[in-house]
């Protein structure tokens, strides 16, 4: 059939703009306020978008905490802002919160196929 010709042809292509990127739980793939590059889509495992948030401890400082936002699993994709023109900085965290195998890609390497 034709389009099962085509699927290896575009399964090619895929692998030409993707890079396989492991975390161990508890890693954070991305921190707030880095300069965004690459996407992700999550092949296997968890990841939790958190922001970064500080609480008056008691003792006249802050303790620095992470709340949770979002909650992904396998199929979710993240950091897509980083695929837009002009420089962007993550607006939130992920963090693997189990071991996390994704896909990723960059704006050039998209944009050079």
């Known amino acids: 059939m ?3 010709a085509e699927a290896p042809n575009l399964l090619a292509e895929v692998a030409k703009v993707v890079t396989v990127v492991h975390c161990g739980g ?3 793939v991305f921190a707030q306020g880095d300069e965004g590059h ?6 296997s495992g968890v990841v939790s ?3 970064n948030h500080e609480v008056d401890d008691g003792a006249g400082g802050t303790t620095a905490t992470e709340i949770v936002v979002k909650r992904l699993q396998a199929g979710d ?3 897509e802002a980083a695929l837009a023109e002009g420089a962007h900085l993550r607006s939130a965290n992920a963090r693997a ?3 996390v195998e994704t896909k990723s ?3 050039l390497q998209c944009e050079r196929n």
Not at 38 to 43: K, N
């Open 2 to 4: 034709e389009g099962e």
């Open 26 to 28: 508890n890693d954070l």
């Open 77 to 79: 994709a993240f950091g």
């Open 38 to 43: 690459s996407f992700y889509v999550i092949y």
């Open 97 to 99: 919160k189990t071991c």
């Open 105 to 107: 890609s960059t704006r």
């Open 49 to 51: 978008i958190t922001l």
